[in-house]
């Protein structure tokens, strides 16, 4: 494993993370407690430090899952990431809560599931600029971490493209942006890429296998469940993304190098980028995920690159 500075904070993370949202049941899945467990053990082995997660994936019941996890490991062994602004209701079916006296309950809600006195970055989630701009709800954070309840702030933006809220990061004392990038979505290179440089923030790729169609098990013809979130109705687009996955893997992937992780690595490439967080089923994957770490793409030199660990 690989370890990276995330921005301008004080912590140093895996090159490849853990993203959580299917641990809330919307990816056609529910967890056991024992199938989490076996997939965090796995990922701590291989080197793995993050974890993402968010209020919203299900009604606070991945972070319950990785609580219970973390209640029986070391606490510190891990950075957990997680998110606020939204209430789940049912599947893709969510509320907005973005007040600071709302904020604030949604953190304590987060800091009880997971089991823990603190949260390492909690993250404004795929907000609008409006809710973005509420200066009560910023201040309201910063005394929470002056509090010791959130080690850092970040801001998970919701469009990929969403300039507003990276270039106030640092005005809000946000230390990273987590956002949409993969080799289907190029859009953050062109501007937030940019502005996270130039502010020194880390940068969170989440979707880096694109929902998972950079897997390299999905091929053209493949279907999906209504309770799938990859389901869709315009079946003409989804038949254009798989044969466009598959030029991909015929013209890009070198010939014995996993697709999946030749796609992280892919991400890993740019010099923005801290970790990617690609969610994950089973311990197969977790340990199929890791070993992008280990490709030639992933270069020693990037600069937030930390060599002792």
Same mark, same amino acid.
């Given at each position: ?44 082995? /291989? ?89 009560e709800l910023w201040t309201m954070l ?65 979707? @880096? ?10 091929? @053209? ?49 740019? @010099?923005? /980028?801290?970790?990617?967080? @690609? ?31």
């Amino acid at each position: 494993m690989k370890y990276r500075k995330l921005g301008i904070t004080d912590l140093n993370v895996s090159v490849v993370g853990v993203g959580t949202w299917q641990f809330g049941g919307e990816w056609g899945k529910d967890f056991k407690q024992e199938e989490v467990n076996l997939i965090l053990d796995k990922a701590n082995e /291989v080197g793995i430090n993050i974890i993402d997660t968010a209020e919203c994936y299900g009604d606070h019941l991945s972070e319950e899952l990785i609580g219970r996890y973390l209640q029986q490991t070391h606490r510190e062994d891990w950075i957990v990431a997680t998110k606020f602004g939204h209430q789940f209701h049912d599947h893709l079916n969510r509320t907005n809560h973005w007040s600071a006296e709302e904020v604030q309950q949604q953190l304590e809600d987060s800091l009880k599931a997971l089991r823990t006195d603190y949260i390492d970055l909690y993250q404004f989630h795929s907000g609008d600029d409006e809710a973005f701009d509420d200066d009560e709800l910023w201040t309201m954070l910063d005394k929470q971490v002056q509090a010791g309840k959130i080690r850092h702030l970040g801001i998970s933006i919701g469009s990929n493209d969403n300039l507003h809220q990276t270039e106030r990061a640092t005005e809000v004392n946000a230390g990273a942006i987590q956002v949409v990038y993969n080799r289907l979505d190029r859009v953050p290179e062109k501007r937030v890429f940019p502005s996270c440089e130039k502010q020194n923030l880390g940068v969170l790729a989440r979707v @880096p296998l694109a929902s998972g169609f950079l897997s390299g098990k999905y091929k @053209p013809g493949a279907t999906f469940t209504e309770n799938d979130v990859r389901y869709s109705h315009d079946q003409q687009k989804l038949r254009e993304q798989l044969q466009l996955v598959e030029n991909i893997k015929q013209q890009e992937v070198p010939e014995g190098v996993d697709m999946a992780q030749w796609a992280l690595a892919w991400c890993l490439q740019h @010099p923005a /980028v801290s970790t990617v967080i @690609p969610g994950c089923k089973n311990v197969e994957q977790v340990e199929r995920n890791a070993k992008a770490a280990e490709l030639d793409m992933v270069k020693d030199n990037h600069p937030h690159a930390v060599t002792n660990i």
